[in-house]
């Protein structure tokens, strides 16, 4: 008897990608925010096989406060820029900005927010896509930016979100997340301080 068949089909051959490593992606971005040269520490100790830090980089002692010394901070060939905001909302309904720190390699400046200062130079840097901006749970630190510069930074990476990809801890700290990839315990005594006092203290400028 006649039956009827369907035509066969050839099966798709299944093409495997070789997927790119996110967490040696990530690792080394890190690496390039948070690493500093040995020489750049004051104190490093070790303890139980992991690195704790309890010294200040000489380099961020000073605060810089005045147009020269902001200018000569952004360097032109930048293509990574770490930025860090602290500020004060206590009375107020917006974020009275205190202190920019930018990271450029192992470069770090702390740029004193309540200088009269021209921000132009930031501010295009920020604006810029080409500039990797790098930062950590930033959404306080953008309604800083916003409020205080009228800018929203483009070419934005945010670690925390970039960490929640490669594993299940959705609200890691930025001190958690340094010790976790590179055994480097931060202190992070001043969060709360009075950031708004000057001079600053030394345990703030670490």
């Given at each position: 008897s006649?039956?009827r068949?369907?035509?066969?089909?050839?099966?798709?051959?299944?093409?495997?990608?070789?997927?790119?490593?996110l967490?040696?992606?990530?690792?080394?971005?890190?690496?390039?925010?948070?690493?500093?040269?040995?020489?750049n520490?004051?104190?490093?100790?070790?303890?139980?096989?992991?690195?704790?830090?309890?010294g200040?980089?000489?380099?961020?002692?000073?605060l810089?406060?005045?147009q020269?010394?902001?200018?000569?901070?952004?360097?032109?060939?930048?293509?990574?820029?770490?930025?860090?905001?602290e500020?004060?909302?206590?009375?107020?309904?917006?974020?009275?900005?205190?202190?920019?720190?930018?990271?450029?390699?192992?470069q770090?400046?702390?740029?004193?927010?309540?200088a009269?200062?021209?921000?132009?130079?930031?501010?295009?840097?920020?604006?810029d896509p080409r500039?990797?901006?790098i930062?950590?749970?930033?959404?306080?630190?953008?309604?800083?930016?916003?409020?205080h510069?009228?800018?929203r930074?483009?070419?934005?990476?945010?670690?925390?979100?970039?960490?929640?990809?490669?594993?299940?801890?959705?609200?890691?700290?930025?001190?958690g997340?340094?010790?976790?990839?590179?055994?480097?315990?931060?202190?992070?005594?001043?969060?709360?301080?009075?950031?708004?006092?000057?001079?600053?203290?030394?345990?703030?400028?670490?």
């Open positions: 006649w039956r068949t369907r035509p066969s089909r050839a099966r798709p051959q299944r093409i495997t990608l070789a997927k790119p490593s967490e040696q992606m990530y690792r080394s971005l890190v690496l390039r925010m948070v690493s500093r040269s040995e020489e520490w004051n104190t490093l100790t070790v303890e139980r096989s992991r690195t704790r830090y309890v200040v980089p000489a380099l961020t002692e000073n810089v406060d005045n020269q010394a902001f200018d000569d901070a952004l360097r032109d060939d930048c293509d990574i820029l770490g930025i860090d905001t500020f004060i909302r206590v009375n107020t309904f917006y974020p009275i900005p205190a202190l920019y720190q930018l990271a450029q390699g192992s770090i400046t702390l740029v004193d927010a309540r009269e200062l021209d921000y132009t130079t930031l501010e295009t840097t920020l604006l500039v990797t901006k930062m950590h749970a930033c959404s306080e630190d953008l309604e800083v930016l916003q409020h510069l009228g800018v930074p483009r070419g934005l990476v945010d670690t925390q979100i970039a960490h929640a990809f490669l594993k299940p801890e959705f609200s890691l700290s930025y001190a997340l340094v010790e976790g990839y590179l055994g480097v315990e931060l202190k992070k005594q001043s969060t709360r301080s009075n950031w708004l006092k000057r001079p600053l203290s030394k345990a703030q400028l670490e």
